[in-house]
C-alpha cells in the first residue's frame, strides 16, 4: 500500500479546516491527503464565536455580529462598544458544509469513515489503525485530543470550561440583539468561576449559555435549573427550547508541542490551539491552520512548527492563580474590564496585543497571587 503523504485525523474544526486551506493551495495538488473520522455529517454541534475588525475570511457564514458586548459583575457593570471590532458567531453546519465543498472537488483528498484506535511513528512513516483498517502515510495531523496526557500530569493546572446552552424563542420580542453579553457574573458563584454568556441572534430568539471555569464538571440538573433560574430573573417567562448543546473544552498550559515529532503533528485542541485562559479556539485555529499550510510548504520536521510565546506564559500564571482561587474569578475578570480599554483586552486575548497593552492587562490586577505563582514556579523548576 502507498502511504498517503498527509494523513489527517478528525473532520472537526481544524482537521477540516486544514484539509480545506490545502485543497486551494496548488502546491498539494500531487500530495495524497486521507482524512478520518467517526462521522463526515457533524451539523451544528458547535456555535463559534471571534471577534475580529472588519470584513473577514468567514463573513459569509455569520449567523449574527454585534457592536457592543455587555460586561456584568459585582465589582463592574457595564455595555461596551468594541468598535472597529465586531462580536462574530457562526453555526458549524454552514462551515463545513463550505469546507466540504471545496475538498470535495479534489481527487487527491479521500475520507474514510471510521474509528481511530491507535497511531504510531517509525522510519519516518506514520501508521494509523482504526476499527477497520490500517493507513500508512509520511506525515499524520492529529486534531482528536486525548485527555490522559494532561490530566494525568501535575506540573501544568487543568480546568474545564464547561457549559449548556439553550436557543430560546420568545412569543414576544424582548432582547437587545445588538448586544452580545460576553460575561454576566451576576449569578451564584458556589465557590467557582461561574457567568452566563447571551447572544441575542433576534429580538426574539437568543442563546443562553451558563459556563464553569472549574475542574469539575456539574450534574446536567444543575447547568439547567441556572439557566431557567437565569431567564426567570430576566423576565424571560413565556418561551419555547429550540436547541440544546453542551459541551467542555480543556484549559490548561500543558506543553502539547512536546508531543509531536517529525512526522506528527497535533493541531487544533490536540496540539494546544484552544486559548488556555478563555477557551476560545476559532479564531486562532483559522490563523494557525494558514501558518500551518505555509509551514508544510517550505518544512519536512512537524516539530518544528509550534513555538511558545510569551502568551503561554501569560496564560501559565492566569490559570494558576484561577486554579487556586477558583471563586474569585469573577473579580479578576472585573478587574481588567475596569481598569482596560475593551479594545486591548480583546487584542490580548487574540494574541495580537504590543508590549504596552500587555502592561495594561497585567498591572490592572493584583499583583499578590500572581507573585504567589511565579515564586511557586521558580521552586518547581
Request: hydrophobic fraction near 35%.
Amino acid at each position: 500500500m502507498t502511504p498517503s503523504s498527509y494523513i489527517i485525523l478528525g473532520a472537526g474544526a481544524s482537521g477540516l479546516l486544514l484539509a480545506y486551506r490545502m485543497s486551494l493551495d496548488s502546491y498539494f495538488d500531487d500530495k495524497s491527503i486521507l482524512i478520518i473520522d467517526q462521522k463526515k455529517d457533524k451539523g451544528n454541534d458547535k456555535t463559534w464565536c471571534y471577534w475580529e475588525q472588519g470584513v473577514g475570511e468567514w463573513d459569509e457564514l455569520l449567523s449574527k455580529k454585534w457592536p457592543k458586548v455587555f460586561f456584568g459583575s459585582k465589582d463592574f457593570t457595564e455595555t461596551l462598544n468594541i468598535s472597529p471590532f465586531s462580536y462574530k458567531m457562526i453555526r458549524s453546519e454552514k462551515f463545513y458544509q463550505k469546507l466540504w465543498r471545496s475538498i470535495d472537488l479534489k481527487p487527491n483528498i479521500t475520507f474514510v469513515e471510521d474509528s481511530v484506535k491507535t497511531y504510531s511513528e517509525a522510519d519516518n512513516k506514520v501508521k494509523v489503525v482504526t476499527n477497520k483498517s490500517t493507513y500508512f502515510g509520511l506525515k499524520l495531523l492529529n486534531s482528536i485530543p486525548d485527555k490522559t496526557v494532561y490530566e494525568k500530569q501535575q506540573k501544568y493546572p487543568v480546568l474545564q470550561q464547561h457549559f449548556m446552552g439553550w436557543f430560546v424563542k420568545t412569543k414576544i420580542n424582548c432582547f437587545d440583539d445588538s448586544v452580545a453579553t460576553f460575561m454576566d457574573f451576576n449569578i451564584p458563584q458556589n465557590g467557582n468561576t461561574r457567568f452566563m454568556y447571551v447572544l441575542p441572534i433576534d429580538k426574539n430568539i437568543a442563546l443562553f449559555e451558563y459556563t464553569l471555569f472549574s475542574k469539575d464538571l456539574l450534574e446536567r440538573s444543575e447547568y439547567e435549573v441556572a439557566i431557567k433560574d437565569y431567564l426567570k430573573e430576566k423576565k424571560v417567562t413565556e418561551f419555547e427550547i429550540l436547541e440544546k448543546e453542551n459541551g467542555v473544552i480543556p484549559m490548561t498550559s500543558f506543553k502539547f508541542q512536546e508531543l509531536n515529532s517529525n512526522s506528527i503533528l497535533n493541531i487544533g485542541t490536540a496540539g494546544g490551539w484552544t486559548k488556555a485562559s478563555t477557551g476560545y479556539t476559532f479564531y486562532n485555529t483559522s490563523k494557525k491552520t494558514q501558518d500551518l499550510v505555509s509551514f508544510l510548504k517550505k518544512e519536512d520536521d512537524l516539530s518544528g512548527f509550534a513555538k511558545r510565546t510569551k502568551y503561554w506564559i501569560y496564560d501559565l500564571f492566569f490559570l494558576d492563580v484561577l486554579a487556586n482561587d477558583n471563586e474569585n474569578g469573577s473579580s479578576l475578570f472585573a478587574s481588567i474590564f475596569k481598569k482596560v480599554n475593551v479594545k486591548t483586552i480583546l487584542k490580548f486575548l487574540a494574541e495580537e496585543s504590543n508590549f504596552i497593552e500587555d502592561l495594561k492587562i497585567i498591572t490592572s490586577v493584583s499583583p499578590k497571587p500572581f507573585v504567589r505563582s511565579i515564586f511557586k514556579r521558580f521552586l518547581k523548576n
